[in-house]
């Protein structure tokens, strides 16, 4: 059958424009990803004070060290990426002054959100309250914790919030501990920590990451 120069042109005309529409999807998600991927690798070089504070606390408690560092396949001593929030968390009971610390494993897609209240010593308590977080492309999903599907879902969405922020490099070492004078008849001078660690009953996942774990790039 013969198509007349009207008809092939409106073929080639409809062709033309699929294609553009196709190129314009293909840039569109490149943007998107590259933004992403831009904002999810934002680096803060220095780190503030009250945070290095709150993450000494945490990794002093035995409790982070169990069940918040070792499921990201961390240790104290290791050198981990960290994000913080302070306040509430959207959708969540109104607090104030509660500092929220994501702690991300290597590869980037496992991390593991700490709570650090302040106290009246002006340092932080460690709450036996962590939720364990996954990355999904470009978005996170919550569990373990304290809390059912209103709460995974609100943790989920802030550490999708939470992971668009600055990032810190810091080393996981406990702090924020004094030398107090020798008691008589011991040898050696004890150590009085200025955070405390909350009594709640823990709630940390305790499964740990695949053995298969990339590093982070």
Known sequence: ???????????????RRGSMLALCFVLLIAVQSAVAQKADSTTAEWVPKRLQEAIGCLV???????????????????????RYHVGSIPGLSKTSGELYVAVYAADGTHGELLLA???????????????????????WTADGGSGGYVVYDAIGRFAAHLAQQPRYHVQLVPGDSEQVARP???????????????????????????ATAASAK
């Open 60 to 82: 002093a408690a035995p409790f982070v060290q169990e069940y918040g560092l070792k499921p990201v396949k961390l240790k104290v001593g290791d050198w981990a990426w960290v």
């Open 117 to 139: 209240v302040p106290n009246k010593r002006g340092g932080f308590d460690a709450v036996r309250n962590g939720y364990y977080l996954t990355k999904h492309g470009s978005h």
């Open 184 to 210: 008589p008849g011991l040898r050696s001078a004890g150590v009085r920590c200025l955070c405390s660690q909350k009594s709640r009953r823990p709630q940390f996942r305790r499964s740990a990451l695949p």
């Open 1 to 15: 059958m013969l198509l007349n120069k009207s008809h092939t042109s409106f073929l080639i005309s409809r062709t």
